[in-house]
């Protein structure tokens, strides 16, 4: 069966500091990728997903970056993390037209 | 574009009564609509997903949807609520013909059983 992983849970970090989320998938192989921001008391935002290795396309303009450098990794970044990047990240994988399945998110809290 | 629009933000019950959760989207070409459920601190797990067939589907944790194309909805339905049920939910719609699955997400209701 597939399973999804986020690390880490939680993370404080301050106001400038970079950021490194990384999301792995086992059990499939080529599947679509996505990254999504929760706010607090919010819906979510859908920020990057790829269909593939090195093709990663932007929702939402941002100091947040994206990369895949392998199939099933997906790896969330910044330089200079803002107050403003707080939040809930949840990655997540589908295969094809289908239902997308969810990690267990990362809590970011920017100080 | 798509969109979706959850109509209640917030929904309070007592255990054992039935509870309905609203959700309409807009949409120029078919979708596929999916409910979700998050519970604090932890991803979305899928509750159930309307893709072809059958308007009334059935999901997980006895929640059933029924797909209403001319009023453009996709409400959730349970007839005898937990405690255990409460949590935030979800609807989502992506189009049928957009590679890539992309979701596209209502604000969410909070759903609160009370004993």
């Known amino acids: 069966s597939q399973t999804i992983h986020q690390w880490p849970a939680t993370l404080v970090q301050p106001v400038g500091s970079p950021l490194s989320l990384e999301c792995t998938v086992e059990g499939t192989s080529n599947p679509n990728l996505y990254w999504y921001r929760q706010a607090a008391g919010r819906g979510l935002q859908l920020l990057f997903y790829?269909?593939?290795?090195?093709?990663i396309s932007s929702e939402v303009p941002q100091n947040l970056s994206a990369s895949r450098p392998q199939d099933r990794q997906f790896i969330l970044s910044s330089k200079k993390l803002l107050l403003s990047d707080s939040g809930f990240y949840l990655c997540a994988w589908s295969q094809g037209y289908n239902e997308q399945y969810f990690g267990p998110g990362t809590r970011l809290t920017v100080t | 574009a798509q969109s979706v629009t959850q109509l209640d933000s917030q929904v309070p019950v007592f255990e054992e009564a039935p509870v309905e959760l609203r959700c309409n989207y807009s949409s120029s070409v078919s979708v596929y609509l999916f409910w979700y459920v998050q519970y604090p601190n932890q991803g979305l797990q899928l509750l159930l997903k309307y893709l072809s067939g059958s308007t009334l589907v059935k999901g997980i944790n006895g929640f059933e949807a029924e797909f209403n194309k001319s009023q453009t909805s996709f409400h959730l339905r349970k007839p005898s609520v937990h405690i255990s049920d409460t949590a935030e939910y979800f609807c989502?719609?992506?189009?049928?013909?957009?590679?890539?699955?992309?979701?596209?997400f209502g604000e969410g209701t909070q759903l609160t059983v009370n004993p």
């Open positions: 989502a719609v992506s189009l049928t013909e957009t590679s890539g699955s992309r979701l596209t």
């Open positions: 790829s269909v593939g290795i090195g093709q």
